[in-house]
């Protein structure tokens, strides 16, 4: 997640130092070690009711994983809905229904006085 080397922590320890002072320092970490562990508890809680309302719902490693891959996730969705654990075979172009897709049918376009009106012009009626 944020990818923290030993030397950046040591280098956030020091500016922590000087900033804060050695009294200080104490009392601020466990602020912040007192929110991190509500925000943690704040995670769980949304976490469980989420699960608790969609139970097939992939764990959260699942979820990471496979947000890093678009194909990865696009074939899991895929699968999802099948009854069977075996992929969905896809339908054959040929073998699908035509569906009649209407035309798209744009407004005409308002006479506006001093226009010219050509003949068969669909404002003239």
């Known amino acids: 997640m944020l990818n923290l080397d030993p030397a950046k922590l040591l280098v956030i320890a020091v500016v922590a130092v000087i900033l804060l002072g050695p009294d200080r320092l104490p009392q ?11 925000f943690n508890d704040y995670r769980h809680r949304m976490e469980s009711q989420v699960r608790d309302s969609m139970p097939d719902l992939p764990s959260s490693a699942e979820i990471a994983r496979l947000t890093r891959s678009p194909s990865a996730l696009l074939d899991h969705l895929s699968t999802m809905g099948t009854d069977s654990g075996k992929e969905a075979a896809p339908i054959p172009i040929a073998a699908r229904p035509a569906s009649p897709t209407p035309e798209p049918v744009l407004p005409a376009d308002p006479v506006l006085p001093g226009d010219p009106v050509l003949p068969g012009d669909p404002g003239l009626n």
């Open 28 to 38: 601020v970490a466990r602020q912040v070690g007192g929110f991190w562990r509500t």
